[in-house]
Nanobody
Framework: QVQVVESGGGLVQPGGSLRLSCAASGNFFRLNDMGWYRQAPGQQREWVASITSAGIANYAESVKGRFTISRDNAKSTVYLQMNSLKPEDTAVYSC??????????????WGQGTHVTVSS
């Protein structure tokens, strides 16, 4: 089984910063892409950023220049540094880990989510 656990959410004022973490653990052969998604109240989940095992990062236009995704392969952990936060960044942030379970078999695993609230 594979577990994905996020941490680091909370309440922050507009213009502030937060750093989210997401750790994957369990029985898998290799950790491939990892990504962050968010879902605001009453809205559909949207992709925020993702990073490949080689460290190639991509961002949604709404967060480009403010958020930075990074990973520590030795710790099977991905981070999301969020700067210049805006009230519209308020959402539940979830992490998705794509793992290689064994040769020819991959799976996507999600964490339970962490709340981020940007408010004065």
């Amino acid at each position: 089984q594979v577990q994905v656990v996020e941490s680091g959410g909370g309440l922050v004022q507009p213009g502030g910063s937060l750093r989210l973490s997401c750790a994957a653990s369990g029985n898998f052969f290799r950790l491939n892409d990892m990504g962050w998604y968010r879902q605001a109240p009453g809205q559909q989940r949207e992709w925020v950023a993702s990073i490949t095992s080689a460290g190639i990062a991509n961002y949604a236009e709404s967060v480009k220049g403010r958020f930075t995704i990074s990973r520590d392969n030795a710790k099977s952990t991905v981070y999301l540094q969020m700067n210049s936060l805006k009230p519209e960044d308020t959402a539940v942030y979830s992490c998705k880990a794509t793992v290689q379970l064994r040769i020819g078999v991959r799976g996507d695993y999600w964490g339970q989510g962490t709340h981020v609230t940007v408010s004065s």
